[in-house]
C-alpha cells in the first residue's frame, strides 16, 4: 500500500503531537512494507506568519492531490484580536470546506487502564464506547449572514441546514450504527427550541424508516450533557450538528481520561482530513507534556479507513490498551496516589508505542 499523507502539523502541540504518529507510521510501513509519502504544508498560525494568511493556496493545492490529510491542531493566543476571518481557525474551517468531508466521527472509549483517571466512578464509566458522528460543514459555523458590527454595537451568526445536509450525515451515522453491536443511534438537537434541529429531528426519522434494524431515540442537547455524564454507557452512535457535536465530543473526553486521548476522522468529501479532537494547547506547548495518543490513534483511523489496513490499525489500537496497561502516563493521564505508573513525556510515549506497534504487526 502506497498513502501519500498532507501533514498539516499546525501550531502549539500540532508538531509535536504529528512527529510521534509519523514515527508509529513509519513503524507501520517498515513492517508491512507499505509506503507513507508525506507532504508538509503549513496552515494555521504557521501559516500567517509564513505567508499571511492562515491556509496558503500551495497547502489547499498540495493537499487536494494527496489520498489522505493529517492534522495536528491550529490556533495560538497570540492571534486572539484578529477577526474570525483572519485567525488560525479560519484555515482549519476553509480546508475542511474545500476538501467536502461533512462527517467527523470522533470515537471516545472508556480504557480500563485509565478508569482512575476519570473523575467518574469507574461503574459509569466501564465499558463506555460511544462514536459521535458530527455534521462538519454546516450549522453556524458557516451559516451567512454573519458580522459583528461595532458602530451598532451588535452581531449575529446564523443557523443553517438544508435537508440533504442532515440527510447525508444521517445516513453515514445509521450506517455505522448498523454494523455495531448495540445497533443504537441517538440524535441530538434543541427541537424544543430551534427550527433547524425540529428539521433535524424530522430528516433523522425519515432516514430511520430505511434501517428498521437500528433503535433510534432522541435526545435534546442540554440535557444530553449530563446523560453523557451520569450514564454514558447508554449511548452507542450519536449523531449531531456542528456545534453541539464539538462540545460534546469534548466533554467525551472525561469518559475517557483526558481530551488528549481522543482521534477522528471526516469522511466523504474529496480527502478524508484525520485530526485528534483537541486543540494547540498553548499551555503545554514546547515541553514535552503533550499526549500524542489521540494523535497515534487518528492515525490508525487513517490506516484503516483510507488505506483498508485493518490489521496495521487494529496493531496501533492494541499498542494503546498495552502502553496504558504498562502503566505509561503523559502528564494529562497521571492519577495522584496510584502505584504502578510511569511519567513519561511525548516523545517516549511515541518510542514506546512504535515497539509495541511493530511486535504486534
Ligand atoms: P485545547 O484542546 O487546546 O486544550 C484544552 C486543555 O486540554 C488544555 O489544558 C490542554 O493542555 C489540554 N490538552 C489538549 N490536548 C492535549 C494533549 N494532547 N495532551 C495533553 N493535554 C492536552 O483547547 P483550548 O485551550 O480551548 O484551545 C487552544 C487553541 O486551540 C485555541 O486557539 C483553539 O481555537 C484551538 N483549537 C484547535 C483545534 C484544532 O486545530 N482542531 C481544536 C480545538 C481547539
Ligand atoms: C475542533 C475545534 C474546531 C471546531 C475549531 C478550532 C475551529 O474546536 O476541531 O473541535 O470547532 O471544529
Ligand atoms: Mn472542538
Known amino acids: 500500500m502506497h498513502l501519500r499523507i498532507a501533514l498539516l502539523a499546525g501550531d502549539g502541540i500540532g ?26 504544508l503549513l496552515i494555521g498560525g504557521a501559516g500567517i ?4 494568511t492562515p491556509l496558503p493556496n500551495e497547502t489547499l493545492q498540495k493537499t487536494l492531490t494527496c489520498d489522505a490529510a493529517l492534522l495536528g491542531a491550529v490556533g495560538d493566543n497570540k492571534f486572539n484580536k484578529l477577526a474570525p476571518s483572519e485567525r488560525p481557525e479560519a484555515g482549519l474551517l476553509k480546508i475542511r470546506a474545500e476538501l467536502g468531508g461533512f462527517a467527523n466521527l470522533r470515537p471516545a472509549i472508556a480504557y480500563k487502564a485509565l478508569a482512575n483517571n476519570s473523575p467518574l466512578r469507574h ?8 462514536m459521535f458522528v458530527r455534521e462538519l460543514l454546516g450549522g453556524l459555523y458557516f451559516g451567512e449572514p454573519r458580522l459583528w458590527d461595532k458602530q451598532l454595537r451588535r452581531a449575529h451568526n446564523t443557523m443553517v441546514y438544508t435537508q440533504d445536509e442532515v440527510e447525508r450525515v444521517a445516513r453515514i451515522a445509521f450506517d455505522i450504527a448498523a454494523k455495531r453491536p448495540k445497533k443504537k443511534l441517538t440524535s441530538v438537537d434543541k427541537a424544543n427550541v430551534l427550527e433547524c434541529s425540529q428539521m433535524w429531528r424530522f430528516v433523522v426519522d425519515q432516514v430511520a424508516n430505511e434501517y428498521p434494524n437500528v433503535t433510534v431515540e432522541h435526545q435534546l442537547v442540554d440535557s444530553m450533557a449530563i446523560h453523557l455524564m451520569t450514564r454514558p454507557r447508554d449511548f452507542d452512535v450519536i449523531l449531531t450538528e456542528n456545534l453541539f457535536g464539538d462540545i460534546l465530543s469534548d466533554e467525551s473526553g472525561v469518559i475517557t481520561g483526558s481530551l488528549g486521548m481522543l482521534p477522528s476522522a471526516t469522511v466523504g468529501g474529496k480527502v478524508n482530513l484525520y485530526e485528534p479532537i483537541h486543540g494547540s494547547a498553548p499551555d503545554i506547548a514546547g515541553q514535552g507534556k503533550a499526549n500524542p495518543i489521540g494523535t497515534i490513534l487518528t492515525a490508525a483511523m487513517m490506516l484503516r479507513i483510507s488505506g483498508g489496513l485493518e490489521t496495521e490499525a487494529k496493531g496501533i489500537e492494541d499498542a494503546v490498551v498495552q502502553v496504558l496497561e504498562a502503566g505509561y502516563r503523559t502528564p494529562d493521564i497521571l492519577s495522584r496516589n496510584v502505584d504502578g505508573q510511569h511519567a513519561v513525556d511525548t516523545q517516549l510515549m511515541g518510542r514506546l508505542l512504535v515497539d509495541l506497534v511493530k511486535a504486534n504487526l
Request: aromatic share 6%; proline share 5%.
Open 123 to 130: 461503574e459509569i464509566t466501564e465499558g463506555a464506547d460511544i
Open 49 to 52: 506568519d509564513a505567508h499571511g
Open 15 to 40: 508538531p509535536e503531537v504529528i512527529q510521534e504518529a509519523v514515527n508509529v507510521l513509519d513503524a507501520v510501513g517498515e513492517v508491512g512494507g507499505h509506503t507513507f509519502e508525506y507532504m508538509p
